[in-house]
């Protein structure tokens, strides 16, 4: 008797779910000279050291996106690194036994964005692997201005032993990649603007049916398209009234209803 043969699956990679490590500004919350002071409009700084307060206690933004690949195995990918990384990932991949770092995305080229980059040596160091970095061009230039041995290892010094990061120059504009089995359509939106007034751009990501744009002051009319029909729109929302860089609530609010 011939075993009949098995009919071929094809597993793909999805989504499995994201989780937030960060959703302030780049000072974070609590401001320091706020819960040192009398100062009595400031009420979140205070109240975000208390028990029942203690959501209002924000880090840089970042998002945890973690993924059943189809080999089986987790993946874990993180949106924005910046200079409270460390202690997120602390208090959050200890309460959801994230083990590993496999790739990183970032989003621009601030210090609320990327200045945890260093601090990856604890996933790479620890088990000797190379974790992959996908950012635009000018991101990448800043990030070698500011880090040169992360992206040149020939400009380490002392010991010589730095973070192990392989950089990947993605286009901003409307280009998707894959990344462990996921498509990630990069969304080009406006964050303000350089000293000579033109437009600062911010590369947000489209995944699956997420949109995840934390910086934003304008979306652009021809972006707008890659972002319809997304489930979950993560979006900007400095304050109540609008600010150079951000939207506020209410633009965010106005951009829901759009979208």
């Given at each position: 008797?011939?075993?009949?043969?098995?009919?071929?699956?094809?597993?793909?990679?999805?989504?499995?779910?994201?989780?937030?490590?960060?959703?302030?500004?780049?000072?974070?919350?609590?401001?320091?000279?706020?819960?040192?002071?009398?100062?009595?409009?400031?009420?979140?700084?205070k109240i975000s050291l208390t028990p029942?307060?203690?959501?209002?206690?924000?880090?840089?933004?970042?998002?945890?996106?973690?993924?059943?690949?189809?080999?089986?195995?987790?993946?874990?990918?993180?949106?924005?690194?910046?200079?409270?990384?460390?202690?997120?990932?602390?208090?959050?991949?200890?309460?959801?036994?994230?083990?590993?770092?496999?790739?990183?995305?970032?989003?621009?080229?601030?210090?609320?964005?990327?200045?945890?980059?260093?601090?990856?040596?604890?996933?790479?160091?620890?088990?000797?692997?190379?974790?992959?970095?996908?950012c635009d061009q000018e991101t990448l230039?800043?990030?070698?201005?500011?880090?040169?041995?992360?992206?040149?290892?020939?400009?380490?010094?002392?010991?010589?032993?730095?973070?192990?990061?392989?950089?990947?120059?993605?286009?901003?504009?409307?280009?998707?990649?894959?990344?462990?089995g996921i498509e990630f359509q990069p969304?080009?939106?406006?964050?303000?603007?350089?000293?000579?007034?033109?437009?600062?751009?911010?590369?947000?990501?489209?995944?699956?049916?997420?949109?995840?744009?934390?910086?934003?002051?304008?979306?652009?009319?021809?972006?707008?398209?890659?972002?319809?029909?997304?489930?979950?729109?993560?979006?900007?929302?400095?304050?109540?009234?609008?600010?150079?860089?951000?939207?506020?609530?209410?633009?965010?609010?106005?951009?829901?209803?759009?979208?």
């Amino acid at each position: 008797m011939v075993p009949a043969e098995a009919t071929p699956t094809t597993a793909v990679s999805r989504v499995r779910e994201v989780i937030f490590l960060g959703s302030g500004t780049s000072a974070c919350i609590p401001v320091v000279p706020c819960i040192t002071s009398n100062y009595e409009k400031c009420k979140a700084c205070k109240i975000s050291l208390t028990p029942e307060g203690s959501k209002n206690r924000r880090r840089n933004t970042s998002l945890l996106v973690r993924i059943d690949h189809a080999d089986g195995r987790e993946r874990n990918i993180v949106i924005d690194c910046g200079k409270t990384f460390l202690e997120s990932a602390t208090e959050v991949f200890v309460k959801h036994d994230v083990k590993s770092i496999d790739a990183v995305l970032l989003t621009h080229g601030h210090a609320d964005a990327m200045f945890g980059l260093d601090d990856l040596r604890q996933w790479t160091s620890s088990f000797g692997v190379t974790i992959p970095i996908y950012c635009d061009q000018e991101t990448l230039d800043v990030v070698a201005h500011t880090f040169p041995y992360l992206v040149d290892t020939s400009f380490a010094t002392g010991s010589g032993l730095v973070t192990q990061l392989e950089f990947h120059a993605i286009d901003s504009a409307f280009v998707p990649f894959e990344c462990h089995g996921i498509e990630f359509q990069p969304l080009r939106v406006e964050h303000g603007t350089h000293s000579d007034g033109r437009p600062f751009y911010f590369t947000g990501f489209r995944f699956d049916d997420v949109s995840y744009l934390s910086d934003v002051s304008r979306i652009p009319d021809e972006t707008r398209p890659l972002i319809e029909g997304s489930r979950l729109l993560i979006i900007d929302a400095l304050k109540w009234t609008s600010f150079s860089s951000h939207f506020g609530y209410w633009d965010a609010l106005e951009e829901v209803r759009r979208f």
